[in-house]
């Protein structure tokens, strides 16, 4: 039993850091696209940024802002994507409730449903990129 609970919370603590990580990168990568002067370097800033979340992409379709800043920030279908690491870190903390301080619960389901309401109230991009880095 205690190595069920070592290993929930080692993973538990990857998935927070894996989107701790990857929103960063997302956003470093993002502003990069904005002092690109070639349609060719945001092009390659954009698989850059789906490469890093693991996610596979056609070759041959030309990438949109958009579409990659959704698909590897709130797709639940991608494994990777920021949302979707939350919701594992979330399952995990969720089973562990009995043995864990509820503090970490809250702040486990605090960032969920933050993530959760960032999801509804986002209209562009630009929304997204453009609150403060933490």
């Not at 470093?28 to 060719?40: E, H, I, N, P, R």
Request: hydrophobic share 45%; net charge neutral; glycine share 2%.
């Amino acid at each position: 039993m205690l190595v069920r609970i070592a290993e929930s919370l080692y993973w538990t603590g990857r998935y927070i850091k894996r989107a701790m990580y990857l929103a960063k990168f997302m956003r470093v990568q993002y502003f990069s696209t904005l002092d690109a002067s070639m349609a060719l370097n945001i092009e390659f800033t954009l698989r850059s940024i789906l490469n890093m979340a693991g996610s596979t992409h056609d070759f041959e379709k030309e990438l949109n802002e958009q579409e990659v800043l959704v698909k590897v920030g709130f797709d639940l279908e991608n494994p990777a994507s920021i949302l979707s690491t939350i919701v594992a870190a979330r399952e995990n903390t969720r089973a562990l409730r009995h043995v864990l301080s509820s503090e970490v619960w809250e702040s486990t389901n605090v960032m969920y449903h933050l993530l959760k309401i960032i999801l509804w109230t986002i209209s562009s991009k630009e929304d997204f990129m453009s609150s403060p880095p933490k």
